[in-house]
């Protein structure tokens, strides 16, 4: 009979030698590639944060398998049954520490998504969080607002005085998003970014982000709002600060005719005829 210690001592190695190896691999190798990039302060936070939630999780999931692979391989029945073996009745030992280690994985992880989200993010992290956010960054912010309809994106830029169907950002201003809706529920999803907020009709819903490498990035509506809804998306453009200012000069004049039969800037609008809403 095989001795379960030492195929337990075993199996402790063999989950150690696995986890340090899958760990760098993840740091190394697959943190580069995890989603949503660098392309800002916001998205490279979310890397970090699940580059560290993989790094947790796998030698987790690791324990689980070696000791599934021990239980198969060590307690097996071999040959034929005559009567059932000795019921198990549970190792108090095994039970404490599976309980104090998971106790502590998740405070540990309930204390680095709070610092994260009131310290490093400000409060921000790239989502939605109404029209009266508990934490804001600091600093100067540029303020756009993101319209959602069915089935385009416009961006109204307050400061400028136009609104058009391009989002163009520069590169390492803290930008102020308020997100809303003229019709059904959207979500404004800029994904390389890391920005994600509803588009709520007469809701007024704020998200912050600072790109801060030139870059492309896609738009899509994450909420499903109707027949069209797959193709409700564009793309926006992080460029430099000369190329931005150079940038609002001519799409103010280009959508000025535009512009003037549009509302006056505010937070929310209300469609004519209010149908249109429902």
């Not at 379960?4 to 993840?26: D, E, H, M, Y």
């Not at 502590?104 to 490093?120: E, K, N, R």
């Not at 109204?156 to 391009?166: I, K, N, Q, V």
Request: aromatic share 10%; net charge neutral; glycine share 10%.
């Amino acid at each position: 009979m095989r001795d379960p210690s030492a195929q337990f001592r075993k199996a402790a190695i063999a989950w150690a030698v696995l986890s340090v190896l899958g760990v760098l691999g993840i740091v190394l190798l697959l943190g580069p590639h995890m989603p949503p990039g660098r392309g800002s302060v916001e998205a490279s936070q979310q890397t970090t944060a699940n580059i560290l939630i993989a790094s947790i999780m796998l030698p987790i999931a690791l324990a689980l398998w070696v000791f599934f692979g021990l239980a198969l391989a060590t307690f097996r029945l071999r040959g034929e049954a005559i009567e059932d073996g000795p019921a198990i009745r549970g190792n108090t030992r095994i039970q404490a520490t599976w309980v104090a280690a998971t106790t502590l994985i998740v405070l540990f992880l309930a204390t680095f998504g709070t610092f994260s989200l009131l310290d490093s993010a400000k409060g921000a992290s790239g989502g939605g969080q109404g029209a009266d956010p508990l934490v804001t960054p600091s600093g100067k912010a540029l303020q756009v607002q993101v319209i959602g309809q069915q089935w385009a994106w416009t961006f109204r830029y307050p400061a400028s005085g136009f609104e058009t169907t391009h989002l163009v950002l520069p590169v390492g201003q803290l930008v102020e998003f308020h997100v809303t809706s003229l019709d059904v529920v959207h979500s404004f999803w800029a994904y390389e970014l890391g920005v994600k907020a509803d588009a709520v009709p007469g809701a007024d819903n704020v998200a912050y982000v600072t790109a801060n490498k030139l870059e492309n990035f896609s738009i899509r509506c994450a909420e499903v709002c109707g027949l069209w809804h797959g193709y409700m998306s564009t793309h926006g453009e992080v460029v430099s600060a000369s190329a931005f200012a150079a940038w609002l000069q001519s799409e103010k004049a280009a959508m000025d005719l535009a512009t003037r039969g549009l509302p006056t800037y505010s937070h929310v609008y209300f469609p004519d005829p209010p149908r249109r809403a429902g």
